[in-house]
């Protein structure tokens, strides 16, 4: 029996761990990018997540390797062969992205080409690509909500560099004949986000307030509205997109919107305390242009894949706000005090 090989970066964040789980649940052989510095988390308890598992007899090889490096890069493609790539990796918090925006141009948007263009010259004609394009493409919205064919207008240089990647890949698509598919996804969350996003900074302070361990949580604009999804579910629609026989791109996203402030509301009110007390403005947490409001029509994920979401936002909320309080207990009966 012929058994598929998929190669991802950014294996290590949020989505990477859920998808690695997902493609070696369906018996794929998986093998990943990892920096040096980077965190593994796949078949660990990570943070308070129970869900993470290892199936019996998995396959998981990874290399060291940087998306800024196309020489490890198109080592890793040839020796690999994979059948499909999944690109995950990103310099991806966007007000980071602020203060360091050549990076965040050579590993999100240069990263990409290195990716793609060492798919090519490997000679692989069957292999399929998905990029994670984001719906920070649309930035200052044009309409709302936001589809495939709503024009795009960037507001940081995450986004910028998002959009670069974004467009190499049609241009590689229509260019080369290459499969190569983009999902623009909206924010998505889960217990392995990272501690810098906001979600999970509200849900981590949360329950450190309630250890104890933190008297205030500092945020920015409390009015930004986005669309926040589940992420085990939307590793699925990438998935989805590669087992289809013509490359497209996606909206991926749950048609809802709320804004920071609704999310703590919900949050705080999870466990009966008043948001207003234990937040705090700070001026430097905005961004210097923001994407105000974020909303996606999926539709055409529902129609072609048969992908809609289950989870929406306030099952969402529950599930961040349990999983770090159930983590701070973790880490008190460890006598970790982070």
């Known amino acids: 029996m012929y058994i598929k090989k998929a190669f991802i970066t950014g294996i290590t964040g949020q989505d990477g761990s859920y998808l690695t789980e997902l493609l070696l649940s369906k018996g794929y052989e998986v093998h990943g990018l990892v920096r040096r510095s980077s965190r593994f988390v796949i078949g660990t308890h990570h943070g308070a997540s129970t869900d993470s598992y290892l199936p019996e007899h998995a396959y998981l090889k990874l290399y060291y390797g940087d998306l800024s490096d196309s020489s490890s890069i198109s080592r890793i493609i040839r020796d690999v062969k994979p059948d499909e790539i999944y690109n995950l990796g990103a310099m991806s918090d966007v007000r980071i992205s602020f203060d360091i925006p050549e990076y965040t141009a050579d590993v999100t948007g240069l990263g990409a080409l290195r990716l793609i263009e060492a798919a090519r010259s490997a000679d692989l004609p ?4 998905y990029q994670g394009s984001t719906s920070e493409l649309f930035g200052q919205v044009q309409e709302i909500p936001q589809k495939e064919t709503t024009p795009f207008y960037p507001r940081s240089p995450y986004a910028v560099s998002k959009l670069f990647a974004h467009w190499i890949c049609k241009n590689y698509r229509e260019a080369y004949h290459m499969f190569i598919s983009s999902s623009i996804l909206f924010n998505h969350e889960s217990p392995r986000r990272g501690p810098n996003f906001v979600t999970r900074k509200i849900t981590r302070g949360i329950a450190n307030i309630l250890a104890g361990r933190q ?22 629609a990438m998935w989805l997109m590669l087992q289809k026989d013509v490359p497209e791109d996606y909206v991926i996203a749950t048609g809802e919107t709320h804004t920071i402030r609704e ?34 029509d999926a539709s055409k994920a529902k129609r072609e894949l048969g992908w809609e979401p289950k989870v929406k936002f306030k099952e969402l909320v ?14 008190t009966s460890n006598g970790n005090s982070r």
């Open 126 to 129: 069957n292999v399929k690509i």
């Open 263 to 296: 999310f703590l509301e919900e949050a705080f009110g999870l466990v009966n305390l008043p948001w207003q007390k234990y937040v705090e403005i700070k001026e430097e947490l905005f961004r210097p242009a923001e994407a105000d409001i974020l909303v996606g």
């Open 215 to 236: 008297e205030k949580i500092f945020l920015g604009n409390l009015d930004a509205k986005r669309d926040w999804g589940y992420a085990p579910e939307y590793v699925q």
């Open 318 to 331: 529950k599930i961040l706000v349990d999983a770090d309080l159930e983590l701070a207990k973790k880490e």
